[in-house]
C-alpha cells in the first residue's frame, strides 16, 4: 500500500491546474487518469485551437442554483493569472472577439503547458489508470486502484461530467458525491446544437452550413451571435449558447435582423425599390439561397409594392420574431458542458472541500457551475483547481 499527501482523479483542466499547483506549495501528488492521454477535451476545445480563458469572465457570465458560490474562486484566480502562465511558456495566442483568446497554434500547446507544469513540480502523473472505489478512514482515504490501495489525506474529484463521453465524460463523479451524502443535481447537456424534426426541417437541411448573424432569446436570456443551419437543425454560438437555458418544449426566438426595426426596413425597400421581389430584397441581408427559402417557405415571392402595410408587418414579425420550437438536442455527444451536477451548497466556497467529509474535494465540470460559451468553463476549471490546491 503507497501513501501519499493527495489523490486527484482526472487529468483534464481542472485536475492537472489543481496538480501542479498543490505540488508547487510542496504536497505529494498522485494525479489518476483512466484514458491514455491527459487532457484529452483540452486537444479538442476551440476547433483545435483551445479558447482557453475570456478576458471578461466575471460572475454574471456563470450560472448555479447556487449563484454566489463561484465568485470566491472566480475573484482569486483571473484570466489575467492564466494569461500570464501562457506568456511565461511562449505560447502565441490572440483575441479572436468578445475577450475569447485562442492559441495562434494548437490546443496542444495549452495541454503540453500543463504537462510540463505538473512534471517540473514533481506530480506523479499516471495515465490509464482506474479508480475502482474510495473509503473513508479515519484520518483520511483509501482508493482502490490499478496501481493497488492508496492512502492519502486529500481526495480531489475533477473527473469532469457526460459530455463527450467519446473524451472521457463519465458519471463517476457523482457517483462519488452521492456515496459521501451529497446531493447532485439533475444532469443534461448544455452548449449543445438543437435538433429540429418538424416543418423546418426541410428548411435547415437546405441550408446547411450557412450563418447568420442572428439575436437569440430564450427564457429571458439573449444572445446576439451567428446561427448555423445543420442537417439536423440549428447550432453555432448563439444557439450554443441559448441551449444551457432551454427546457424541452420552449420555444427559441430569432431576431434575423438585429440591427434593424424590420417593417421599417421592409417599408423602406418597398419605396425604393417597388419592382423588386421579396426574395431579391431579403437578399440584401442573407444568401440569395436563403433569401429565396425564407420568402417561399414564410410567404408568397412578389413585387414588393404588391404588399399591404399589413402584410409587411406579418413578413417583419417572421423576420426578427422566428419562433422554433426544437425537439430536442444532439446530447451529450456533442454537448460542450453538463449543466447540474455536484450541489455547490455542500461545499465550502474558498477552499472547494465537502461540507459532509472532511479532505474530499470536487473541482470543474463535475460541479453545479456552468459558464458562457467563450473561455469561461476553461477559467473556473483554472480557478476552481487553484483554490482547492490552496488547501489540499
Not at 490546443?107 to 517540473?120: A, K, P, Q, T
Request: proline share 3%; aromatic share 8%.
Amino acid at each position: 500500500m503507497r501513501s501519499t499527501d493527495v489523490v486527484i482523479i482526472g487529468a483534464g483542466a481542472a485536475g492537472m491546474m489543481c496538480a501542479l499547483t498543490a505540488a508547487g506549495r510542496g504536497r505529494e501528488v498522485l494525479l489518476i487518469e483512466r484514458a491514455n492521454k491527459p487532457g484529452k477535451k483540452i486537444l479538442m476545445s476551440g476547433g483545435g485551437r483551445c479558447n482557453f480563458t475570456n478576458m471578461y469572465a466575471d460572475v454574471e457570465h456563470y450560472a448555479s442554483h447556487n449563484p454566489h458560490f463561484f465568485k470566491s474562486a472566480l475573484a482569486r484566480y483571473s484570466p489575467w493569472d492564466f494569461i500570464g502562465m501562457v506568456a511565461g511558456h511562449g505560447i502565441p495566442y490572440h483575441e479572436k472577439k468578445l475577450g475569447q483568446l485562442f492559441c495562434d497554434d494548437k490546443s496542444r500547446d495549452i495541454r503540453d503547458m500543463l504537462v510540463d507544469e505538473c512534471r517540473n513540480a514533481g506530480v506523479d502523473l499516471r495515465l490509464g489508470t482506474e479508480v475502482r472505489g474510495i473509503d473513508r478512514t479515519g484520518d483520511g482515504y483509501v482508493l482502490d486502484t490499478d496501481l493497488g490501495r492508496v492512502t492519502t489525506e486529500s481526495v480531489v474529484v475533477a473527473t469532469g461530467g457526460l459530455s463527450v463521453p467519446t473524451l472521457g465524460g463519465s458519471g463517476m463523479g457523482y457517483e462519488i458525491a452521492r456515496q459521501f451524502g451529497h446531493h447532485v443535481h439533475p444532469t443534461r447537456a448544455g452548449l449543445v446544437p438543437f435538433v429540429i424534426t418538424d416543418d423546418l426541417s426541410d428548411l435547415c437541411n437546405e441550408l446547411s452550413g450557412t450563418s447568420v448573424d442572428c439575436l437569440v432569446s430564450c427564457n429571458g436570456q439573449r444572445f446576439r451571435e451567428n446561427i448555423l443551419f445543420t442537417h439536423r437543425g440549428l447550432s453555432g454560438p448563439a444557439i450554443l449558447q441559448v441551449s444551457s437555458f432551454w427546457q424541452l418544449g420552449d420555444a427559441v426566438e430569432i431576431n434575423l435582423l438585429p440591427d434593424d426595426d424590420a417593417f421599417e426596413w421592409l417599408q423602406r425597400h418597398q419605396a425604393d425599390r417597388p419592382n423588386a421581389e421579396l426574395r431579391t430584397v431579403l437578399a440584401d441581408a442573407f444568401t440569395k439561397k436563403m433569401a429565396t427559402l425564407l420568402a417561399d417557405h414564410w410567404f408568397w415571392s412578389r413585387p414588393m409594392k404588391q404588399y399591404t402595410a399589413a402584410q409587411l408587418k406579418e413578413i417583419a414579425e417572421a423576420l426578427e420574431a422566428w419562433q422554433v420550437v426544437p425537439a430536442g438536442t444532439e446530447g451529450y455527444r456533442t454537448a460542450e458542458v453538463t449543466l447540474g451536477g455536484v450541489d455547490t451548497s455542500e461545499l465550502s466556497s474558498k477552499t472547494m472541500e465537502s461540507l459532509k467529509s472532511p479532505g474530499l474535494y470536487f473541482i470543474g465540470e463535475v460541479l453545479d457551475v456552468t459558464g458562457h460559451l467563450g473561455g469561461f468553463n476553461f477559467q473556473w476549471a483554472w480557478a476552481s483547481g487553484h483554490a482547492a490546491a490552496q488547501f489540499v
